[in-house]
RNA sequence: GGAGGGCUCGCAUAGUGGCCGAGUGCACCGGUCUUGAAAACCGGCAAACGAAAGUUUCGUGGGUUCAAAUCCCACGCCCUCCGCCA
């Protein structure tokens, strides 16, 4: 949720914010004039209710006599309060419902566009030319008893999978280097609960647009979440943190499950898109002047994975249209599919600045008062497609694959032989 | 699944309809005293909104009442015991 404040102060800004992403610009006019009336409505009650108090002082202070007439005044205010009462919670609600609406406001520097008008930042590494057939990641991963996608389906249906001897070992290989880098500067690991309750999910905005891709439990009416974003994000909720602590960065590592609803025939070969996986995600708490270097930072992290990894990859500004509400820029870093000649997606950073942060009541208090912390949040690592990564740009002829020296040590081996 | 107890300002607790937005102890902050510290003593000390007046907040939501931390209902969470499972 935006600041309504500042809505009032720049509703310009944020027209053009809402444009930008190929939103509805009306909403500012509406939240603008509920606002007012709520506004007003809360004023009156106030009023009303503070004769209704000093009334009710008079009414424990008088006599037996004096209270039967002070008691008919009470009674007829007490009524007008209710009235007023109720009138100020609807137009909260009214005005606070429509402000949700609203998308957080967009960085100047985002790209304004559609998904294909994103910006290319920079190309690390290059495309491998190979001098024999590449194979993809299915056949590799069954050449090398990694990957059992036929049975995954036998078992839980489309999109799913079985990660087995090599493939497991390279998912503890991979989350254990992550977890070493993200400690060594300075990250706290955190092992999530996935099953979180309305608060969590709807304080970090995914019951909004995103609701039809994420799991619900109805007979216990808790999520299953698609990203430990959520719980980690949630962790504070409610809090107000020191602000000499900032910024408080957790790693969490977590499964994430998610409908894919809407992707029918899109990625249905493989595990480039599943309805459950594990990664670990980067999540900072900070001050909002901090936000943007933090977002850099953040940036840099995920390259030093793909580095590690030694894979080819781009960083992209994706564009305003294609941003999630709570981000006001996202970076998406791409790795070269060999097999797809593309690049892919394989980790995203958002800058969240206070939005997110205001929906779950997280604060900071320094000086000059209680504001509202920035959060951020990206991928360190998402398993499958960094497996599909690996597998695809390290592969030899005959279908064995070499590990990245940063795994080595984590795997004690070189290669990945077939089976 | 059954029975009971609890949820109050950082922590512990007092508070059974008006004098309670709320007392006490600890912690914390400032001061006096001290060579310095401790102790003692004095003062301060929940939060949000608002320009202010003021309003709101005693787990959450609803109700009763002129008036609710206090009475009623529902829900959430914590604890204890029993059962069940490990």
Redesign the pocket.
Known sequence: MIDI?FLRENPDVVRASQKGRGEDAAIVDLVLKSDEARRLA??E???L?????????L???ASNQE?NG??EN??T???K??EADIKR?ELEELTKSQAMQLSNILDPAAPIGKEEDFVVIEHVGTPRTFDFEAKDHIELGKLLGAIDTERGTKVAGSRSYYLTGAGAMLEFALVNYAIASALKVGFTPVIPPVLV?PAAMEGTGFLGQAAENVYHLEKDDVYLVGTSEVPLAAFHMDE?LPVEKLPIRYAGYSSCFRREAGTYGKDTRGIIRVHQFDKVEMFSFCHPDQAKEEHKRLLQWEKDFLNAMEIPYRVIDVASGELGSSANRKFDIEAWMPTQNAYREVTSTSNCTDFQARRLNI?Y?DAE???TVATLNGTLVAIPRMIVAILENHQNADGSVNIPKALQSFLGKDRFELV
């Open positions: 404040k809360l004023n009650f106030e009023v209710r503070a004769e209704q108090n000093s009334l009710s002082k009414v424990a202070a209270r002070l008691l009470s009674k205010l007490a009524s309060v209710k919670g309750n107000v604060r208090k008062g209680t504001k």
